[in-house]
Every structure is written in structure tokens, then in C-alpha cells.
């Protein structure tokens, strides 16, 4: 560890260089060996806590000088092995150049993630750190470099979507990069599952703060999530030619017509077939980490039309898709989609799928904001044939009395959906008009309120029991709800609903919908996304016929006639005379001399 005093030595050396020292001192390095010292002060200025145009100059002399010694520099690891004094020597002075290589990209990573770093900046070092994973591993992708960059951005504490777009913009066109992006990310996301359990252990023992631990683990996610959304998924092209590889130099492109060229659109080839399989790998290890709700949710919905058609089986994500469809709530409502699409398209089976769909029947989806896609896969899940009588009836009758709870958008979208059940299901269509029957007696029990209407008692009885709705709304499971023993009564108060749009599509439930040749299916897409505002904006624009007036030949002088309240009154003159009384004996209540005045006026 550095003295206090060499450190302000050193700070003083950084100050005291300007723009034209540096360049000077740039130039120099670059033009004579023997000015090799010069190679440690250029780096002290690589530092986030040094100027801007200071660090960018000191930059492109050091990039400039590493380029030209990179090609003879050892590894990392790399020991001696020469026996004469002259290799042994230019051995040491290597290893010290490897040292400072490295300790300039550890600056250059320090700048790239540092908050005080402007975004020029930031492009220009991202480009030379770029251009050393391109050359510094002997022409091949430098990956290990790579994963440190990412990692970093990744795991940097200011905002990281500056720097991801700019890697997107320049450089996930290059298939090599996608490739090893995707292997970074896959060891980023198992490091952070293991690290969240180690941590959290950790925090308890050291009285570490948790909620700055989870603020940064969310963090990460977040950053993770951006960085895997935003690279271009594995393509499909026969075509080895259209895929670009970042890692080849201009000098193998010079030789494209050699056996090299050859190799390297092989490897490119092989990268390509290896693609989704990475692909794979990442998004698995990415969504067993612990998602914040709003990635959650994002990836919820984006999942299967951004993730399945790239991934080499999308039935391993079906145990991901079943555990938040038994979340409950909005989480389900956006699990449903990618979940329908395994079970459509891949052959996943789940057992109590139409249990869990029956459950999210609230009155709170029809506010949710992705309803819409919702009640069309609802729709679509109730299509089949093979349904049993028993689960459409349960759909129908919870849709119908949730029809008294919903807005008017709501109801308009339940009988849509009550039309496809019943067209579908002709064995349900019972419910629509039911004559209830005695259990004990067979009879119709209109029968038998006829029959028993000169009985009081028995008249009573026999009037309860055609009330009685057997349907239980609180049921969880739809074989014991009891909607095979209830009817539609629900529907039949939205034909008399105040909204237009609502009364005219009950209406459509009048017709025989058991004759399929005459009726339709009622496509749920155009009323699913409805809202106070497309109903306002559909009834504006409808050509309507007839317009009712509201003419009178008199003025009125009362909001009610008295025909309207039998017994009551709304005159004008008595209104009034209530009035002056009332004022009155405000006035008596301020001024006592006036009601002593009022009261002799009264006598006379």
C-alpha cells in the first residue's frame, strides 16, 4: 500500500502534465524505446478522477504503443523458461509490459463504468477496449476480456443502458459477440444465484444492510434483463457468408483466399449452430434468479413471442410458466399466454389448467391492462369440443353474475363470450331459460305454485323454492359450483343495461344458438380492448334513425308532476310559504325584538 507521501507525490505528477506535455510525452513513447518511462506516467492520468481531454490523450498514445507490442507479449501466467542472460532479460522486460497492458485495461474498465466519466468518453474507451478483445489473444475473440467488460457494465452502480445501446448499435451485428455475450450472461446469472443465497447469509453476520443488498442485486437483474433483451435472437440462414465475425483482422482478410478463410467461416458456421443453444442456456439461468415484479412482468409478456421460437425446446420452461401461473392475480393473467402456447403448439399438459383459468374470473381483470389478450385466450381455451357441459356451464354462469359487477366495457365482452359458449355448447343452453322441478316430485314447480295458490303456506314454500340459485360464485372448483342447476338470469338484466352497446349484444342471445348454419361465433378481439372511450366514440359516430326529443308546450315549474308521487305535492306557492317560515324564525332567533314585534302583529 502506497505512503501518504509518495500518494500526493503521485497525485502532484498527474497535475502538473497538460494537454501538450501529454502529447509530447505520447509521442516520445512512441517513437523511441528509450522513452519507456514515459509508459507509467501516461497511465497515472487513466483514472476517472483525472480530465476528460487529460484522459483521452493519454488513451491514444497507449493505445497506439500496445497495439504495435501486443503480438510478442507473454501471458499473464507465463514463466520463464530461457537460460540466457539476453532472453532472460527481454523476458522480465515483457512481463512488465504485460503487467502495464493490464493495468491499462483495468483503467480503461474503471473509466467505462465510473459515474463522472461523460458519454464521448465513455464511446471512446468502449471502442478501445472492443478493438483489444478483437487483437489481444492472437487474432481470436478475447473472451475472458469481454466477460470483465460486460461484468462490469453489468454490475456498475450508475445507469448501464448508455453503454448497452451502444453495444447493440456497434457491435451484436458481429456473431461472435452475440455468442460469447450469451455465455457471459449464463455465467453472470449462475455467479448471482449462488451469490444472492451466500450473501444473504453474509448480511446476517456482518449486520450488512439487506435492503442495499437486494437494491443492488435488483440492480444487476435489471441491467442482465436490458443486455439479454437486446440482443438480436440466433438466426436462421444456410448462407454462411451473411454472418460477421468481429474478431477477424484486416490482415486475415487479406489472406480470405488461403486456407485461413476457410477456417474462419467454419468457425463462423459453427458459432451459428451453437447459437441457440447458448441462447438456450442464458434465458434458463437468467429466470431462476429471483425477478424484481416489474422485469417479472415484462418477461411475462414478451416471453412467448421473443423467447420460444429461439429456444432449442421450449417445454424446459414450463416449470417457470406453471409457477407464476399459480401466483395468482395480474402475474397468471400474463403467464397464460406463453403457457396456452406450450400446450398448443408443444404438448405440455397440465392438470388444473381450466381450475386455476376458473379462478382468475375477478372482477379486477377487467381492469387489468392486459385484458384484451386475456379474454381472447380465455376465449380460446373454452373452444374446444371435448369440453365437459359441466366446465362451460361454470365459465358461463361466473362470467354472467360477474356481469352484475363490472363496467359497462365488461359486461359487453361477458356476453360475447356467453354467446361463443353457448353456440359451442349446446348442452349448456339449458341455462339460458330453465322451469325448475320439484326433486321430490317431478312436477314443474310453476305446476305446482298454480295448483297451490288458494294455500298460503304451501304458496310460500313453493315461491322460495323457484328463487333459489344454486350457482355458488365463492366455489373454487367448478364440478361442485352447482351452474348446471342455474340459469343465465344475469344476462337477461343486461337487455334492459343503460348502455346501447351492452343491450344490443344481449339481445343477441334471444336468437336459437343452437342452430349453428344461421349464427356465428362473436369475434372477442373487437370487443375485448373496449373502454369508456371507444364506447363514447362508437355510439358518436353511429347513424342513428331516430332521435328522441324532450318538448314541452308549457315551462315546467316542478321537477315532478304530481301524477309521479301519488299523495305528494311540489307547488311553487307552498314551497315558499315553507320558506318565509323559515326565515322567520332565523330572524327570531337573531333579533328577540323582532319576534316580540311579530307576535303583537299576530294578536291584533
Known sequence: MATPSKRNKKNKTTKQYGIEELKTLGNELLSSTSKI????????????????????????????????????LPSSTATASASDDGDQSKF???????????????????????????????????????????????????????NRILRSIIHSTGPAEFLIDLLTSKYFKYIDVRYFTFISLEKLARNLEGKDVSDDKTASADGTDESQLCSNIESVIHNMYYTISHVPPPEKSDDTSDFEMWSVSDADDKQLKSKKRNNNVLSAARLAKKMKLKFTKAWIAYLRLPLPLDVYKEVLVNLHQAVFPHLSNPIMLCDFLTRSYDVGGVVSVMALNSLFVL???????YPNFYEKLYALLV?????????????????????????????????????????????????????????????????????????DFDEDSGHKTDEVNASNLDNPQTG????????????????????????????????????????????RSALSLETDLTVRGKTCDVNVGDVSAASYATILGSEITRRVKQVPLAFYKTT??????????????????????INESNENAAKDLLDPEHSAKRQRIECQ
Open 37 to 72: 518511462n514515459n509508459l507509467p506516467i501516461l497511465l497515472t492520468v487513466v483514472s476517472p478522477s483525472s480530465p476528460p481531454h487529460h484522459i483521452l490523450e493519454s488513451l491514444l498514445s497507449l493505445h497506439a504503443f500496445f497495439l504495435t507490442e501486443l503480438p510478442q
Open 92 to 146: 522480465i522486460y515483457l512481463t512488465w509490459l504485460r503487467s502495464k497492458f493490464d493495468e491499462f485495461l483495468k483503467s480503461l474498465i474503471d473509466v467505462l463504468v465510473s459515474d463522472k466519466s461523460d458519454e464521448t468518453l465513455k464511446e471512446v474507451v468502449l471502442d478501445t477496449l472492443m478493438e483489444f478483445v478483437k487483437v489481444a489473444n492472437g487474432g481470436t475473440f478475447h473472451s475472458s476480456l469481454y
Open 343 to 349: 400446450m398448443m403448439e408443444h404438448g405440455l399438459e
Open 363 to 435: 372482477p379486477s381483470i377487467f381492469m387489468a391492462k392486459h385484458r384484451a389478450r386475456f379474454f381472447e385466450l380465455l376465449d380460446s381455451c373454452l373452444k374446444s369440443n371435448l369440453l365437459p357441459a359441466y366446465l362451460a356451464a361454470s365459465f358461463a354462469k361466473k362470467l354472467s353474475r360477474l356481469s352484475l359487477l363490472v363496467p359497462p366495457f365488461g359486461v359487453w365482452v361477458i356476453t360475447s363470450l356467453v354467446h361463443n359458449i353457448l353456440r359451442r355448447h349446446p348442452s349448456v343452453n339449458c341455462l339460458v331459460h330453465r322451469e
Open 460 to 503: 310460500a314454500t313453493a315461491c322460495q323454492k323457484s328463487g333459489i340459485d344454486h350457482f355458488n360464485i365463492d366455489e373454487s372448483d367448478p364440478m361442485k359450483s352447482g351452474a348446471m342447476r342455474s340459469s343465465l338470469w344475469e344476462i337477461d338484466t343486461a337487455r334492459h343495461h343503460y348502455c346501447p352497446p351492452v343491450s
Open 556 to 577: 315546467p315549474s316542478s321537477l315532478f308532476s304530481e301524477n309521479d308521487f301519488a299523495g305528494w305535492t311540489f307547488k311553487c306557492e307552498e314551497t315558499s310559504e
